[in-house]
């Protein structure tokens, strides 16, 4: 059974969601709402480290970021595609964890998979709310679905329908707002999220890597020195934050224009 969602993020790989919202995932969490990670792939074809390491790292550090539910989809890393077939199993995922708030990577930047998935993350949740869309969810090794109840409905889940040969009809669903993560990307943000509080707990969620950031040869020229890491964390988190009158943020960017009822409610100074 999974319960529904307040926010879930899509990333293509296992740490992206880490670098760029971690921390705005575990204030979430803080508060008492419900969060979630989606990674469209497995990191297979990483510079360094294995999928099998990269989904323990990704155990670990959604511990961190106290996530209530984190899937990884069988999607070809290095080759995320914006295909019929991937948007489906994205909107399959939308339908089964029912987010409010779906957070997106930007749409542009140095690694396609990445500005690949905002592409296909939007239409995905555009699929996932029409009504006459069927889509099932199919149970994966990766990450095997919940039992069946003996009337063959999944327990707590009024909008899922019957359970066909393992795979549960799921009821449209679109979310709320859609936003972007900005953070591999030089663009100004519409908001920044003060995290101040959630750094240490972020940047313990992107150490769990340990694959990834830990000093080796392969990749050398790419991946900063370990003891580079928090240096180069902390200054982007505090030119954000700085933005925002904060210590440390995060930035993200919404295409809708903000609504705004008291104007002594704004927050962050003008002058």
């Known amino acids: 059974m999974v319960k529904d969602l307040d926010i879930l993020a899509i990333a293509a790989h296992r740490d992206d969601v880490e670098q760029t919202c971690g921390g705005t995932l575990l204030k979430a969490a803080q508060r008492g709402q419900r969060t979630g990670i989606l990674d469209l792939t497995q990191g297979e074809m990483g510079t360094r480290g294995t999928a099998e390491d990269r989904a323990r790292e990704a155990a ?26 991937n948007r489906l199993k994205v909107a399959s995922v939308i339908r089964e964890t029912r987010p409010r708030v779906v957070i997106l990577p930007y749409w542009k930047g140095r690694h396609p ?29 990766i990450s095997p679905q919940a039992p069946a109840d003996a009337s063959g409905l999944r327990a707590g889940r009024p909008q899922e329908s019957r359970q066909d040969a393992g795979a549960t009809i799921l009821t449209p669903h679109r979310p709320f707002k859609i936003i972007y993560a900005t953070l591999y990307y030089d663009v100004r943000p519409t908001f920044v999220v003060d995290v101040t509080e959630q750094f240490e707990g972020k940047f313990a969620s992107i150490m769990a890597y340990k694959s990834q950031f830990s000093d080796q040869d392969a990749g050398k020229d790419i991946f900063p020195a370990h003891d580079e890491i928090r240096t180069r964390l902390e200054a982007m988190a ?14 993200f960017l919404q295409k809708e224009v903000g609504l705004v009822d008291d104007l002594l409610a704004i927050p962050v100074k003008s002058i």
């Open 60 to 85: 670990d550090a959604a511990k961190n970021l106290g996530v209530s539910w984190r899937r990884a989809l069988d999607i070809p890393d290095g080759r995320v595609e914006n295909t019929w077939e």
């Open 238 to 251: 505090r030119y954000y934050g700085m933005l925002g009158g904060v210590t440390y943020a995060e930035p």
């Open 113 to 141: 998979d990445h500005y690949t998935t905002s592409v296909l993350g939007y239409e995905a949740c555009f699929l996932a709310g029409l009504g006459k869309l069927a889509l099932s969810s199919q149970p994966s090794a």
